[in-house]
């Protein structure tokens, strides 16, 4: 079984992925990531999924992300800025197993948001606006020197300011610092952290507890018109997805808190989620779904069949369930809801909405890209797919995994990781460039490899709570997941529910049937669990690490001074540091291409092929570009430790 295992992975690393439909019945599966047994596709497309977020010479991945200019992660080729609507699903999700240099990538790209945001004081100009956005609103996105702090496409001149990106942005950073659990970074961030927050509670009804927001106040911006009065001006509405957002951002808040001990903190942010979801029963609708909005006037928004705005809001539902702002009973409710309607998934990806939107402040008919179908009106979104697939893994609708996944890679293998997917999710929104590449279609790797175990973080450590299909009888996640300092490797053996569990050999007790409690004082800095459901047997051998060994070979010059940095950090006991890992990840880049050129992969249109080849080398270069221009601002640091670095610097790069 085992020869058998190794060449189904080479085929199916060849390209041919058509083989899952002819062998998902077979028993054994060792792959770069993940090994196992039981349903070899549903394992395969879990190994895809995490080969996404190294070089990879097959798929686009998120090396392929990085941006030189602020050392950090860019939304796409084409678009040149950080947003919070996109990043949202593809980060909460990949958190949890990104290492570094990735870690700092995306905190500086999110510092971006949190460098730049509102104070109520300070001009924030946006073309011919010069906003001064309040103190603690974020965005829609940024560059260095550049924020748009309301949804920068439509009537600008009518929007809201960022109230749900506000939301979104804090729940990220909320959930990076949790996983970190960095003193120094949470006494930096936990100011601003509380000043959004302070900002939300802004637009509470005291009367309902419900928030409001005008025209473009929502995620999925600017879908959202607000309220329109009689005079065909448009003011504020109840929107649901601000206060889910909100509450799942005030839950992370609160356990930063309790972090950092600080009880006063903790009760009055406990007591504004506590409000907000008492609030909650009134966005719903009585089969247990949630609408869009509310006016003042009591009129509802997203009534499934209702005559007036008879559509379903996709994101609010997700979102609810993604976050656990629901409960159990209440997810499987909102899932019926979004099964029962077809033309919410026509091409296995989740739409924003379904039917057409009737109330927002543009016609539909008159422009291609308001249409039903195209972008915020019933577009298709990775960001949001991602956050649909964590409701899935909750629920166990390991089909609707697999299908998700599976219609990604055709996207995947094309090279057009486009965002967002036209026509209903089924055809990319730029089909003009030779290839395509966003930070969002990132979301669903993501998601299906968070999904696996969700965990949930908090101020104690990390619950566990494993979301595996009974057809898969073992599995390895050959990676670790981060809880601080420490790192968690993961087998399971059998189905059903969680029997016995044992850590480093040693019997761990702090589980349930459904669950297991990782309290992080109590677990060792590299913690090998092994989970045991229904009968399985004892427990099988330790999991190891993927490696990926660096070859000096093929390297041009470039590849060869990140190759004798990351070994000179090496030599000085810097081997584990982020500069480490930024040569490590350059030096494989430059590998990657190699181990492209070798692969017999189906070819792709000749300007395809080229723009897809050439990716790899831009890629590379633009590490290498990055880390000699951190170097450089090292040299100008004060920072003993960025002194000491820059002087191996400079002793390998002359």
């Given at each position: 079984?085992?020869?058998f ?10 390209g ?9 019945h ?15 596709e549903?394992?395969e497309?879990?190994?895809?999924s ?17 941006m030189?200019s ?6 796409g ?5 950080w ?8 980060t ?10 990735f870690?700092?990538f995306l905190?500086n790209s999110?510092?971006l ?6 104070d ?32 920068g ?6 929007h809201d300011?960022?109230?749900?990106f506000?939301?979104?942005?804090l729940?990220?950073?909320a ?32 009367q ?8 473009a ?5 600017p ?8 005079d065909?001006?448009?003011g504020?509405a109840y929107l649901?997805?601000?206060s ?7 839950d992370?808040l609160?356990?930063?808190e ?11 942010y406990a ?22 909005s ?36 209440q997810a ?7 099964a ?17 939107l ?8 008159g ?26 893994s909750r ?7 697999r ?9 995947a ?9 036209v ?21 669903p ?6 999904g ?13 709570i ?6 898969i009888?073992?599995?390895k ?12 490797y993961?087998?399971a ?7 016995e569990?044992t ?7 702090r589980?349930?049937e ?18 045991l459901?229904?009968d ?15 070859s000096t ?5 470039n ?18 540091s982020?500069?480490?890992?930024h ?18 992969l ?9 723009a ?6 831009d890629?590379?270069?633009r ?32």
């Amino acid at each position: 079984m085992k020869r058998f295992t190794i060449c189904l992975s080479l085929v199916s690393f060849m390209g041919l992925m058509p083989v899952f439909n002819s062998c998902i019945h077979a028993d054994a599966f060792d792959g770069v990531y993940y090994s196992g047994n039981g349903d070899v596709e549903y394992l395969e497309l879990l190994d895809v999924s995490r080969r996404m977020f190294a070089p990879d010479p097959e798929f686009q991945n998120m090396s392929m992300m990085y941006m030189p200019s602020w050392n950090g992660l860019v939304e796409g080729p084409t678009w040149d800025a950080w947003w919070i609507q996109n990043s949202y699903g593809t980060t909460y999700c990949s958190l949890p197993f990104l290492q570094e240099p990735f870690v700092t990538f995306l905190q500086n790209s999110q510092d971006l948001w949190f460098d730049q945001m509102g104070d109520g004081k300070t001009v924030r100009p946006f073309k011919d606006f010069q906003w001064i956005p309040p103190d603690g609103c974020l965005c829609d996105a940024a560059r260095p020197g550049y924020f748009i702090a309301k949804q920068g496409d439509g009537r600008v001149d009518i929007h809201d300011w960022g109230m749900e990106f506000t939301a979104a942005g804090l729940l990220m950073q909320a959930e990076l610092l949790l996983i970190s659990r960095d003193q120094e970074a949470l006494s930096r961030y936990l100011p601003k952290l509380e000043r959004c927050a302070d900002f939300l509670e802004t637009r509470r009804d005291p009367q309902n507890n419900l928030f409001l927001a005008g025209p473009a106040g929502n995620l999925l911006a600017p879908s959202f018109a607000g309220c329109k009065n009689e005079d065909g001006t448009f003011g504020k509405a109840y929107l649901a997805g601000l206060s889910i957002t909100s509450i799942a951002a005030l839950d992370r808040l609160i356990e930063l808190e309790s972090m950092m001990g600080r009880t006063e903190k903790v009760k009055l942010y406990a007591k504004r989620r506590d409000l907000a979801k008492q609030g909650l029963p009134a966005l719903m609708t009585d089969e247990g779904y949630f609408v869009k909005s509310i006016d003042p006037g009591g009129l509802r928004h997203g009534v499934y069949g209702a005559e007036k705005h008879g559509y379903f809001e996709s994101s609010p539902n997700h979102d609810a369930m993604c976050f656990r702002v629901v409960d159990d009973a209440q997810a499987e409710k909102i899932y019926q809801k979004i099964a029962s309607i077809p033309g919410l998934r026509p091409h296995d990806f989740i739409i924003a909405n379904c039917p057409g939107l009737d109330d927002m402040y543009l016609d539909p008919a008159g422009n291609w890209l308001w249409s039903f179908g195209t972008w915020v009106n019933g577009g298709h979104w990775s960001t949001c797919e991602a956050r649909m697939m964590m409701g899935y893994s909750r629920l166990g609708k390991y089909e609707d995994i697999r299908r998700s996944m599976k219609q990604l890679l055709t996207f995947a293998r094309q090279f057009r990781m486009d965002n967002p997917l036209v026509d209903f999710g089924a055809k990319v929104y730029q089909p003009k460039e030779p290839i395509n590449l966003c930070y969002d279609s990132f979301g669903p790797p993501a998601a299906m490899i968070r999904g696996l175990f969700e965990y949930l973080y908090t101020a104690e450590g990390l619950t566990l709570i494993p979301h595996i299909p009974d057809a898969i009888t073992q599995i390895k996640q050959k990676f670790p997941i981060r809880l601080g300092e420490k790192r968690i490797y993961l087998t399971a053996i059998g189905s059903g529910g969680i029997r016995e569990v044992t850590i480093n050999g040693e019997s761990w007790r702090r589980f349930d049937e459904r669950s297991i409690s990782l309290p992080y004082e109590s677990i060792p800095s590299n913690a090998n669990i092994h989970i045991l459901r229904g009968d399985a047997a004892a427990p099988v051998s330790p999991n190891r690490a993927a490696k990926t060994a660096l070859s000096t070979a093929n390297l041009d010059e470039n590849g060869k001074t990140l190759l004798k940095m990351h070994q000179a950090l090496q030599s000085n006991q810097l081997g584990d540091s982020y500069e480490a890992a930024h040569c490590r990840l350059g030096v494989q880049c430059f590998n990657v291409i190699h181990e492209r050129a070798r692969l017999a992969l189906p070819p792709l249109p000749e300007a395809s092929q080229k723009a897809a080849d050439q990716s790899y080398s831009d890629a590379a270069q633009r590490l290498y570009q990055g880390f000699v221009q951190l170097m450089e601002s090292y040299g100008e640091s004060q920072d003993d430790r960025r002194q000491r670095i820059h002087q191996i610097w400079k002793s390998v790069a002359n």
